[in-house]
């Protein structure tokens, strides 16, 4: 496993390569392999490694752009202190020295533990950047359980998640051969016969351990495309059908497209009788629907969802990759639920060119790493841990809707202090952005961990903390499909006095709970966390990459399960298309179809004042949520927020493309300049999430004009699917018109 033959570093005329892993900061999801050219101890060129088998040479711009991030003028490099009656002043930050900094938070933080409880204390993070562990040793080791973004619902990721857990126990992804450290070349892969991207623009983003390119790659080598998306995206140009649903229910289109599946008799039946539970349940429960009229709901050609159906079930290896739009429902866990189900009875699942399962590489875990430490009576304080029990499982974060009400009403108790690794709520993570302007100025103290200055920071921070970014710290790359590790390059000097996020928990985490924190270093630190793995922090930089080997029908072979029995790791071994895990916790144990909280079927009342379906926040490949807006090559792509629309609408609405428009509902108004474009269907927009203007004057915005344009003004939180996981940011009705010369 890894490749020990090929150097680390190397000479290549006058500059000195490395090759490394890719992670954060800046942000991303994947970790892909990159060579580093550092010149005169600048960074100053970055590639992908053509040998690294995760991504085999191919990058982003993001990553391209990384020297022009690293070197950027505005970047952060000392910490900064501001008194808390400074908050929004950009003159009153001070230079501190570390240990200023840290004793400053140990003290803070300490003095409100023994006056309050430590469950007064808040950790912040954003979303799967090299963010995650740290912000939650940390917490734990502050003795609070309060791990919180304030996106409603949790809606990223995590209700797939609990879908999958439901269902057959754990994650599962469509199998491009990425599990495999040969990859397409591996004998035991095969090419899914048909592939389905639904509610996913993985080309764009490369979201949550899948790399957009595999698809392609697939498609290359025969798989049959199917895409499910309200926009023409680049791949759905190139499906084999295109369904282009209203956005928000997709569980119609997936209980269509299995209802079709069975009522045709075109799933395995040996299968479903051996390895499955509940079917008899499952086809009760669906023969209330009509295939047509599900079809007709979500304004889908009932022909073309068939043949969707048809064409998934044909397959010999069918896969689905489901995407962010799935969980930006508030009964997205319906809509996984059914999808679910199809893989299964077509005995899609565990099979080569299949759905298959994404153990953690030599079982490295991180998620929730030092949560045994907490006491019970602390972790029982995670919020939501009695009204939604899945919120104990997973990443262990607090129910953000519940959470957001209490830091408002502060009942039961107040939240005072916080830290923030990774995350710009303001701006982004924060759906409802009112509630949170307002639950984050009732803290009295907020420390912040990033690179840049952000909205947030500056109109509500009051210490600020530089991190190192992934070229220029040690840290580890999990997850997925591989093991990898990040380290400081060969010749580059750190910039100023950054620290990685790794570093900061670990110097300030000892000062809280030192048992926590035994190691000496963080590469002894990381050892640790590679203990699974039986390899050292120093192995994996020898070794560049680790991968398990990859075996398919782990449930026919007793190798899935943690006791060694046959079958899946569900409570009855089966996949159960009835949950009782569901059923347990007062869930819907089985796919259902309801409208979103606002449609024009739910809605019709507000959807005739405000008739067009707006989805917020699809990504674009130049920005990672709120960041990049200040890299001028990447800014360059996109200057301004847009909101597309469909051209023929806005020419009957004498709109022409760069006009500034207002999209406005009951919630609020902001402005995106016009993107006429034929993708989309009159009567749907798409905005862009994670606009601020890094280049405005503080001393006119501390928030940097973010609240002028960030859709999360349209939104409200208090909407959660029944499971708790789940809210409709993909579907907000307003309505859009010209804005005036002079008005803003
Ligand atoms: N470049 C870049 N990459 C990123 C990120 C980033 O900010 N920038 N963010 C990362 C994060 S945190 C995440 S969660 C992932 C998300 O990555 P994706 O899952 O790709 O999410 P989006 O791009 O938001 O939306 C995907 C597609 O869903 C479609 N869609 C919208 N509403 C619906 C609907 O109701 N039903 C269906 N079927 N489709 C719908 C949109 O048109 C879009 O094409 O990306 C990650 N990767
Ligand atoms: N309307 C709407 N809102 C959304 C979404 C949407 O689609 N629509 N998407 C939602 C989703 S899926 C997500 S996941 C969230 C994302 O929300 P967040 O994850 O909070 O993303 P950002 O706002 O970019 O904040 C991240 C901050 O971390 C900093 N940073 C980057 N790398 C590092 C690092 O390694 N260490 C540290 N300490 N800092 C780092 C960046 O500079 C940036 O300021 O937004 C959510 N908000
Ligand atoms: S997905 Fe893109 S930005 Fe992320 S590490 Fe890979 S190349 Fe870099
Ligand atoms: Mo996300």
């Known amino acids: 496993m890894g490749n020990a033959a090929l150097p680390k570093s190397w000479r290549e005329g006058e500059y000195t390569v490395t090759r490394t892993t890719a992670w954060s900061a800046p ?165 899914p016969e048909v592939l389905v991207i639904w509610g996913n623009n993985c080309v764009q983003s490369n979201p949550d351990g899948f790399f957009g390119d595999w698809a392609v790659e697939c498609m290359r080598r025969g798989s049959k495309l199917i895409v499910i998306d309200p926009r023409l995206t680049w791949l759905a140009a190139r499906a084999d059908i295109w369904l282009q649903p209203r956005p928000a229910v997709d569980s119609a289109i997936a209980i269509g497209m299995l209802k079709t599946i069975i009522d045709e008799g075109l799933y395995d039946h040996a299968f479903v009788d051996e390895w499955t539970s509940g079917f008899d349940e499952l086809c009760s429960e669906i023969s209330r629907y009509e295939v047509d009229s599900l079809a007709s709901a979500a304004w889908v050609n009932p022909e073309k969802l068939k043949a969707a159906a048809r064409m998934y079930a044909a397959g010999n290896n069918s896969a689905i990759q489901l995407g962010l739009a799935i969980d930006m429902q508030r009964h997205g866990n319906a809509a996984a639920l059914a999808i679910i189900d199809m893989m299964a009875i077509c005995n899609n699942i565990d099979r080569p060119g299949g759905q298959i399962f994404t153990p953690d590489p030599a079982g490295v875990n991180n998620f929730g790493w030092g949560w045994e430490e907490l006491p019970q009576q602390q972790q029982e304080k995670l919020i939501g841990y009695n009204e939604y029990p899945m919120i104990r499982m997973g990443m262990r974060l607090d129910q953000p809707d519940l959470c957001i009400e209490q830091a408002i009403s502060e009942q039961p108790y107040k939240f005072r202090v916080a830290f923030m690794i990774g995350t710009n709520p303001l701006t982004c993570m924060g759906t409802d952005h009112a509630k949170v302007k307002e639950a984050i100025a009732k803290l009295e103290f907020i420390a912040v961990a990033d690179w840049h200055m952000t909205s947030t920071i500056q109109a509500y921070a009051d210490l600020v903390l530089p991190v190192a970014m992934y070229v220029e710290k040690q840290g580890l790359r999990y997850m997925y499909t591989n093991l990898g590790v990040m380290d400081q390059i060969e010749g580059l000097e750190v910039r100023g006095e950054c620290k990685g996020d790794e570093e900061i928990s670990w110097l300030l985490g000892k000062r809280f709970n030192p048992s926590m924190y035994p190691w000496e270093s963080v590469e002894d630190m990381i050892t640790e966390m590679l203990t699974p793995a039986k390899l050292s922090y120093q192995d994996l930089r020898t070794i560049h990459w680790y991968y398990d080997p990859m075996e398919y029908g782990r449930f026919e072979k007793g190798t899935l399960r943690h006791d060694g029995k046959v079958g899946f790791s569900t409570p009855t071994g089966r996949i159960e298309l009835y949950s009782y895990m569901a059923e347990s916790i007062g869930c819907p144990p089985m796919p259902y179809y309801e409208e979103p909280y ?77 993107k006429p474009t034929p993708t989309l269907r009159k009567g749907m927009a798409n905005l862009n999430a994670g606009w601020w203007f890094p280049e405005m004057d503080p001393h006119e915005d501390p928030l940097y004009g973010c609240s002028g344009v960030n859709p999360n003004l349209l939104l409200e939180n208090g909407h959660q699917g029944p499971t708790g996981f789940g809210a409709d940011l993909k579907s907000v009705l307003c309505k859009i018109y010209k804005c005036k010369e002079g008005e803003f």
């Open 27 to 191: 942000g991303c999801h994947e970790g892909c392999g990159v060579l580093c050219y550092v010149k005169d101890g600048k960074l100053v060129k970055v590639e992908g490694d053509p040998e690294h088998p995760f991504n085999q040479g191919r990058l982003c711009p993001r990553c391209v752009a990384l020297p022009d991030v690293v070197n950027h003028p505005d970047r952060l490099l000392y910490p900064m202190m501001r008194d808390p009656s400074q908050r929004g002043n950009p003159d009153a930050w001070e230079r501190i020295s570390w240990d200023e900094a840290l004793d400053r938070v140990e003290s803070k933080f300490k003095q409100i533990t023994a006056d309050y409880g430590a469950e007064a204390i808040q950790m912040f993070h954003g979303t799967g950047r090299d963010v995650l562990w740290e912000a939650q040793r940390l917490a734990y080791s502050m003795g609070t359980p309060h791990d919180v973004s304030y996106l409603s619902g949790l809606a990223c990721w995590m209700p797939r998640l609990v879908a999958y857990i439901m269902t057959v126990g754990c994650y599962m992804m469509p199998d491009c051969s990425q599990r495999h450290e040969r990859r397409y070349d591996d004998p035991a892969w095969r090419v």
């Open 598 to 674: 606002l449609s024009p079927v739910a809605t019709p009342d507000i959807y005739q004042e405000y008739p067009v379906i707006v989805m917020t926040g699809t990504r674009n490949v130049q920005f990672f949520h709120s960041e990049h807006r200040q890299i001028p090559k990447l800014r360059e792509i996109q200057p301004d927020p847009w909101v597309e629309i469909n051209d023929e609408w806005a020419a009957e609405e004498g709109i022409r493309a760069g006009d500034w428009l207002w999209i406005e509902n009951p919630k609020g108004r902001i402005r995106h300049r016009a």
